[in-house]
């Protein structure tokens, strides 16, 4: 685009830069960037603006709260615990609950921004995945989105179980029994975390570091490279007119992408506000302190830990006794293997897909996800899989609310969490060449107009006019799966390293992951209308 005359506020501020320290030239580049214009691309920003809410509410609790297990009787405002033995780490929760001015609201914004930064994360990479957006020269971005995701995890488990409630205190009861189960290292990582036998007198105050010091620096850290590789990298976008991989077409940084982005924080800002405000969330008044002995029923965690709250729900009492050494199966595998599953598929998918389609070209314009079937319904299996274990982590009350067996919730669950994942990909699969299908009619005949005409020979006829050029060019994006030479398809002599039994198999791989599946010229004919009946057949229509 031309950026045509330089506005004045940005040759003032370019050319005072400039006198002192050089960069102006750099200033007015960078201002003058495009960016494209898409809903989708807004997901990955909710994510970093609850962040930002997330440090400025953050920082207010740090004033009030006391990380520490001492022991101490509540004399606060709550009358119901008054008199009663306690945490200081709980005691000074109540106090900002009930006695700091505003403490409450910042309590809860700061939990409604933790889990919208997680769930904005979350679209965000489904939306990069589904897209293709990691593709080359993206993969290293994409490497740090999964690091974020992990840290954000962790940064939510810590905070969750600093208020050492009733409810976090099972939840940290779960994280202890999942660490001193890990072989060989599993008792001197429980004593490093609660500092002796649990639950110890110093879980609180290391959570706490690890909380508002080393995982919020290292979170800060990734998130600052991962928007100065967007920003060298330049930001994909969606096929369209005029949409190249050698151009980006959109508004400028300054001042239209700037004033958007202004507006967005402020509206991701008050929507944080008046859930903090008018929706309650984790009472730890109405929990009470935590004591190993208590138990409570129909407690969950927040959403994003509930998939391992899942497997541990429907995993089976099995374990290993060997040499006086016992392997705690029903601990080990649901705590690591879905989330293993998950995040090293995450990790590994980009350079996975490169291998078996040998595509190492660059790529700017994301997918349509139809125009990828597999990869599709490979990232639909991916949720049908978390999904399943995410509604199961509360089968004790889908079991009370709907009057069934909790045995046989639970034995369905586990049936579903392996052939939900193989339904959901067939299913997904149709679906996408069904849309493809769709789009090639769409090219080949056009779209309805609503003009019915009655043909000499009696037939009606529905006329079909030229799709709109910007939805003709947004089709006409889809470029066919790229395939590895030396398949069938190709017609290519395959080389030496394609002659083996593994060069075979990636040959066969591509094979099915790539080419094109429903061609977007294979419509029926250049028909300029659809038939709607015959005057033969129905007489009413010609009344």
């Given at each position: 685009?031309?950026?045509?005359?330089?506005?004045?506020?940005?040759?003032?501020?370019?050319?005072?830069?400039?006198?002192?320290?050089?960069?102006?030239?750099?200033?007015?580049?960078?201002l003058r960037?495009?960016?494209?214009?898409?809903?989708?691309?807004?997901?990955?920003?909710?994510?970093?603006?609850?962040?930002i809410?997330?440090?400025?509410t953050?920082?207010f609790?740090?004033?009030?709260?006391?990380?520490s297990?001492g022991?101490?009787?509540?004399?606060?405002?709550y009358?119901?615990?008054?008199?009663?033995?306690?945490s200081e780490?709980?005691?000074?929760?109540?106090d900002?609950s009930?006695?700091?001015?505003?403490?409450?609201?910042?309590r809860?914004?700061?939990?409604?921004?933790?889990?919208?930064?997680?769930a904005?994360?979350?679209?965000?990479m489904?939306?990069?995945?589904?897209?293709g957006?990691y593709?080359?020269p993206?993969?290293?971005?994409?490497?740090i989105?999964v690091?974020?995701?992990?840290?954000?995890l962790l940064?939510?488990?810590t905070?969750?179980?600093?208020?050492?409630?009733?409810?976090s205190?099972?939840?940290l009861?779960?994280?202890?029994?999942?660490?001193?189960?890990?072989?060989l290292?599993?008792?001197?990582?429980?004593?490093f975390?609660?500092?002796?036998?649990?639950?110890?007198?110093?879980?609180?105050?290391?959570f706490?570091?690890?909380?508002i010091l080393?995982?919020?620096?290292?979170?800060?850290?990734?998130?600052?490279?991962?928007l100065?590789?967007?920003?060298?990298?330049?930001?994909?976008?969606?096929?369209?007119?005029?949409r190249?991989?050698?151009?980006?077409?959109?508004?400028?940084f300054?001042?239209?992408?700037?004033?958007?982005?202004?507006a967005?924080?402020m509206?991701?800002?008050?929507?944080?506000?008046l859930?903090g405000?008018?929706?309650?969330?984790n009472?730890?008044?109405?929990?009470?302190?935590?004591?190993?002995a208590?138990?409570?029923?129909?407690?969950q965690?927040?959403?994003?830990m509930g998939?391992?709250e899942g497997s541990?729900?429907?995993?089976p009492?099995?374990e290993?006794n060997f040499?006086?050494?016992t392997?705690?199966?029903?601990?080990?595998?649901?705590?690591?293997?879905?989330m293993?599953?998950?995040?090293?598929?995450?990790?590994?998918y980009?350079?996975?897909?490169?291998?078996?389609t040998?595509?190492?070209?660059?790529?700017?314009?994301a997918?349509r996800?139809?125009?990828?079937?597999h990869?599709?319904?490979?990232?639909i299996?991916?949720?049908?899989?978390y999904?399943?274990?995410?509604?199961?982590?509360?089968?004790?009350e889908?079991?009370?609310?709907f009057?069934?067996?909790?045995?046989?919730?639970?034995?369905?669950?586990?049936?579903?969490?392996?052939?939900?994942?193989?339904?959901a990909?067939?299913?997904t699969?149709?679906?996408?060449?069904g849309?493809?299908?769709?789009?090639?009619?769409?090219?080949?005949h056009g779209?309805?107009?609503g003009?019915?005409?009655?043909?000499?020979?009696?037939e009606?006829?529905?006329?079909?006019?030229?799709?709109h050029?910007?939805?003709?060019?947004?089709?006409?994006g889809k470029t066919?799966?790229?395939?590895?030479?030396g398949?069938?398809?190709?017609?290519?002599?395959?080389?030496k390293?394609?002659?083996?039994?593994?060069?075979r198999?990636?040959?066969?791989?591509s094979k099915?992951?790539g080419?094109?599946?429903?061609?977007?010229?294979?419509?029926?004919?250049?028909?300029?209308?659809?038939?709607?009946g015959?005057?033969?057949d129905?007489?009413?229509?010609?009344r």
């Open positions: 685009m031309s950026t045509g005359t330089v506005p004045k506020p940005i040759a003032g501020a370019s050319s005072f830069l400039d006198d002192r320290i050089g960069a102006g030239n750099f200033l007015k580049r960078n960037k495009v960016f494209p214009d898409h809903w989708s691309f807004l997901l990955g920003e909710i994510a970093l603006y609850s962040f809410v997330l440090l400025l953050g920082t609790l740090t004033f009030f709260f006391k990380p297990m022991h101490v009787v509540y004399d606060g405002s009358e119901p615990l008054k008199g009663i033995m306690m780490a709980y005691a000074s929760t109540l900002i009930f006695d700091v001015r505003g403490g409450l609201l910042m809860q914004m700061h939990h409604w921004a933790a889990l919208l930064f997680v904005g994360m979350m679209v965000h489904l939306r990069v995945f589904f897209t957006a593709r080359k993206r993969e290293l971005n994409w490497l989105g690091g974020l995701l992990t840290l954000a940064e939510g488990l905070g969750y179980s600093l208020p050492d409630d009733l409810l205190g099972a939840g009861r779960i994280t202890e029994g999942v660490a001193i189960s890990l072989p290292v599993g008792t001197w990582i429980t004593f975390l609660f500092g002796g036998e649990y639950p110890g007198e110093d879980v609180v105050s290391r706490y570091s690890l909380h080393l995982i919020p620096g290292i979170l800060l850290a990734l998130i600052s490279a991962h100065i590789l967007m920003w060298v990298q330049k930001h994909t976008q969606m096929p369209g007119k005029g190249t991989n050698t151009n980006v077409v959109g508004a400028p300054y001042p239209a992408f700037m004033a958007k982005a202004g967005y924080t509206f991701t800002f008050g929507v944080i506000a859930l405000t008018f929706a309650q969330i009472p730890i008044w109405l929990y009470g302190p935590y004591t190993p208590d138990i409570s029923a129909g407690s965690p927040d959403f994003y998939f391992l541990l729900r429907l995993m009492a099995w290993i040499l006086g050494f392997l705690p199966l029903s601990v080990l595998i649901p705590a690591l293997v879905p293993g599953i998950v995040m090293t598929g995450l990790a590994l980009p350079f996975v897909e490169q291998w078996i040998g595509d190492r070209s660059e790529h700017h314009i997918e996800p139809r125009n990828n079937p990869r599709t319904s490979i990232g299996s991916a949720v049908t899989f999904g399943v274990l995410w509604l199961l982590g509360a089968n004790d889908i079991s009370s609310f009057h069934v067996s909790l045995n046989w919730t639970t034995y369905t669950g586990r049936v579903l969490v392996i052939v939900g994942p193989i339904v990909y067939i299913i699969y149709r679906f996408c060449l849309l493809q299908r769709s789009d090639a009619s769409v090219i080949a779209v309805e107009s003009v019915i005409k009655r043909l000499p020979t009696g009606y006829i529905e006329v079909h006019v030229p799709p050029e910007a939805i003709e060019a947004h089709m006409r066919p799966v790229p395939m590895i030479a398949t069938e398809e190709t017609g290519d002599v395959p080389s390293g394609m002659r083996g039994p593994l060069g198999l990636r040959a066969k791989w099915a992951y080419g094109e599946k429903i061609p977007l010229d294979s419509g029926h004919g250049h028909d300029e209308h659809a038939a709607i015959s005057g033969k129905d007489d009413s229509l010609t």
